[in-house]
């Protein structure tokens, strides 16, 4: 089984969602996205956390086991950040606060005996930050990116340098067109391979998701759920989970990324169910396996005789 690696925000999150809100939770992409891929192999972060940075957080990431050798403390206060959700359109994230505070400065640092890990993901921080990382990386197997539309507004030429970098690419209808400027999802896809990376997997929110890469093209549907408590960090377990699930499998094949495209979607399936990180946090591969089971039922298609 190989090992994953994680670039990305540790953070407090404000949050406010039709159902539920709180003024300042654990969150971060990649606190959610290690949470998520620790269910399915060892996984470490990159990030840093400030002097205000809770003991029972650090304990929670401590008891997955997630390596913390990459997380820096620095003098200051943890990125917070603070957005909220409307109740007609769970999947659009309206962001009222971005104070960076330690990320400001942070000058990514990879430990030495890190370097080699094979399955790299590249989370949701400035692409300049992303892009230093991957410098410092040995050749890593498999690189995974994300982003969100503040980089792709205000730092799309280092977006586009990392984008160069990477295995596969992922981000959600809304990301894809304002990156590319087109509205079609396909067309949209295939102007981002032109970008650079050598894959990319739209997310469609509740609709699933849609893999486009040379090995061919995956359309996965989204676990239907009765309700949306918090969106937050479902991108991120997405793809903490679908890194994770990689790594434990070893190779990459068409196979092997559609399986971790349907374990990413069940992963990020229970983080949407509760507020912040707490729906992941009490994750375990046995809720993960029965969930599977009830997916599986409906999802198959019948074969049609025409
Ligand atoms: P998502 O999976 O897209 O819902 O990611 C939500 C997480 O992204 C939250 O926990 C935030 O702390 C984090 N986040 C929001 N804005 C930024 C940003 N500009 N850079 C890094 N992380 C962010």
């Known amino acids: 089984m190989s090992e994953v690696l994680i670039v990305g925000s540790v953070a407090y999150d404000g949050l406010k969602t039709p159902y539920g809100s709180t003024p300042r939770t654990l969150g971060g992409a990649a ?5 998520a ?28 086991k997630i390596g913390l050798d990459g997380l820096a403390r620095a003098k200051g206060k943890t990125f917070f950040w603070k957005g909220f959700y409307k109740k007609e359109d769970m999947n659009i994230a309206y962001t009222l606060k971005t104070d960076l505070n330690v990320f400001a400065t942070f000058d990514p640092k990879i430990p030495e005996k890190d370097r080699k890990i094979p399955f790299l993901f590249l989370a949701n921080i400035h692409p300049a930050l992303q892009y230093r990382v991957t410098q410092q ?22 977006l586009l340098k990392v984008m160069g970098k990477v295995d596969l690419m992922v981000l959600n209808d809304q990301e894809v067109k304002l ?3 087109e509205a079609h999802l396909k067309q949209a896809a295939r102007a981002i391979l032109k970008m650079g990376p050598k894959r ?3 997310k469609k929110g509740e609709h ?21 408590v918090d969106p937050t960090g479902a991108g991120d377990t997405f793809a903490g989970g679908f890194i994770g699930y990689l790594a434990r499998q070893g190779k990459v094949t068409l196979d092997s990324l559609k399986r971790s495209i349907v374990v990413g979607s069940l992963t990020a399936s229970f983080t949407v169910q509760e507020l912040g990180v707490k729906g992941v946090a009490g994750l375990s591969l046995a809720k993960v396996r029965a969930r599977a089971k009830e997916f599986y039922r409906f999802a198959s298609l019948p074969p049609v005789k025409l």
């Open 37 to 64: 891929s620790s269910l399915y192999a060892k996984t470490h972060i990159v990030g840093v956390v400030g002097e205000d940075f809770h003991k029972k957080d650090l304990a929670l990431l401590k008891a997955k």
């Open 179 to 181: 990156l590319t400027g």
């Open 208 to 228: 699933g998701a849609m893999l486009i890469g040379p090995e061919g093209t995956f359309l996965a549907p989204a676990m239907p759920l009765d309700r949306v």
């Open 137 to 158: 990386m040995k050749r890593p197997k498999f690189i995974l990116l994300d982003t969100m539309n503040l980089w792709i507004n205000i730092a799309r030429k280092e």
């Open 200 to 202: 990319v997997i739209v």
């Open 31 to 35: 606190t959610y996205s290690s949470l």
